[in-house]
């Protein structure tokens, strides 16, 4: 009995000798790939790792109980590229001719005869009032299961005029990676977008790892009924329940989290009164903004530190001077990202 | 060389046999202690195991993949008790005089005079309406962070006048056994509750286990502003965003969690559509309905089964009927519950 015994502990022995050595040799690994590998060393990386090491190491002064471990991105031009449609617009616009296929009378009424016309320059100049009704005309009347098939199809065959690939193709690969290190570290990652709640959701799953429930937009309601079969569906209707946007992401964040994040990234001033909520908390907070300078490898514009100003978010010379007052901290995409997307060499 | 690998790999025959006798003693443990303990055997506890096996068992026909695993609950007279009146609005009568003493003109003003006199004859009398008056006037108009701590302050005193005990003790354990039995199986459980959101996600982790961020509930507007010192904040307000109740659940659930559950649990008509929608869904659903039939240990109200019908949560004989009809299962307290409450002998 006794060298049976010996021989478990002696094996015992054995076995944390050798688990030691994994560890080790786990460890040299981590060296060779290391944390955030996309992002270049520097004050944004440097506070992305110091914030996951503060809140999360027990003992630490700063640290943050799992369950509170919660941190909001903005999408468009934050988590993938805005420029110089966001997606869903472009969705919108190339659902345009099915609504008119389903309703014939609208082929003569505007905004849906400049959008058939193909004439972009006359597109460019619709109002805020007729994207409206192209978004209204798009996005609701129908189910929310033709809605969701609808989607997929498109993202499936839809491509970017400048990469031609397609849009979900188009994340920045530093912040899947910091969507990766912060769930790695108990962390729940929320898309919080000004983008439609229920688009967002269709792909956010399979191109971010975030489920719909983690996907927080703007909302419109829904109204309960039945097919002809007696079965229930969802209908989209046109009311607005949340605008997403602005004082709307706080107010958003209250409605489908319930409480506040312990960090946030965006990269407009739509994202200013989020990253403001997120900072006012107690203890460590983090709030990074995107600033896309890099005309090279992607586009360059602010109004930010005289970049060309555009019509998608707006990153402002005073957004900017308020980051650097609040100790939010902003991100160089030229500067800190050694790669833009996945796809790149 | 050679004696130490041999001693290695005797010890790992030796490991693997007392890991087998470990499972072995933890498979009598768990007959011992059974799943679900708080539930006598019969069709009710059936169908909760049978659904939780066919779901997560890889290679059933009606497996559902962990991210897709919702069950969604109702509160009030499912999870715990609500008569003879919701606690939430215990809560709301009983803050009035915080109210009227930081506004004294209101003392003199229906329906916050009858609310006052105490008269319990009388304050059972008032309307809708005017419950709607007292609702707003101790929900909103204060910063979220001042409702929280209200909220909490009440619970740690309020008691129960029949079981002099605080309202969170009154959970039903059966319940509390299903909630961890779903989540052990990959489960992500939600609150779906006609009462406020703000309200129940003070107590929902605490109580239930279940995060703020899975409680969805009925829901009013919040407004970003600033305090003083410029520091950002949320006020509550009287603006009607979700009413969560009947059609209003499946609504709920799509805005807040995105996709169908695959269970989910009320008691009354207030949850038929809940019920319905998931049972709408492809592969194993599970759909379960609280009969409140036990007069001695609980209490007996429907009017279901002709039990007399009470003011709150109505589980009518239309809806028992359905129920038949389409599959749910009617759990009855009095016989499929071993015990109510956790501090039952």
Redesign the interface.
Known sequence: MKS?VT??L???V??VALCTLLLVCTGAHAQTDPLLPSWNDGPAKQAIVEFVQATTTQGSAKFVPP?AR?ATFDQDGTLWVEHPMYSQVMYCLERVSAVVKAKPELAKVEPFKTVLSGNREAMAKLSMKDLEKILAATLTGMS?DDFNAEVKKWLAEAKDPRWKRPYTDLTYQPMQEVLTYLRANGY?TYIVTGGG??FV?VYS?QVYGI???Q?VGT?G????GYDKSG????TKEPKL??NDDK?GK??GI??????RPYAAFGNSTGDK?ML??TK?GEGARLAMLVLHDDATREYAYGPAQGLPNTKVGTFTQALYDEAKKQGWVVISMKNDWKRIFAFDE
Chains 1, 2 share one sequence.
């Open positions: 049976i021989s478990f002696l094996s015992r054995l076995a369950e919660i929310v729940k709640q229920d959701r799953e489920p719909p429930e996907v909302a309601g829904t109204k309960y079965k229930p569906f969802l329940l949340l004082a706080p107010e209250h409605l489908m989290i319930g409480h009164q403001e909520y006012a």
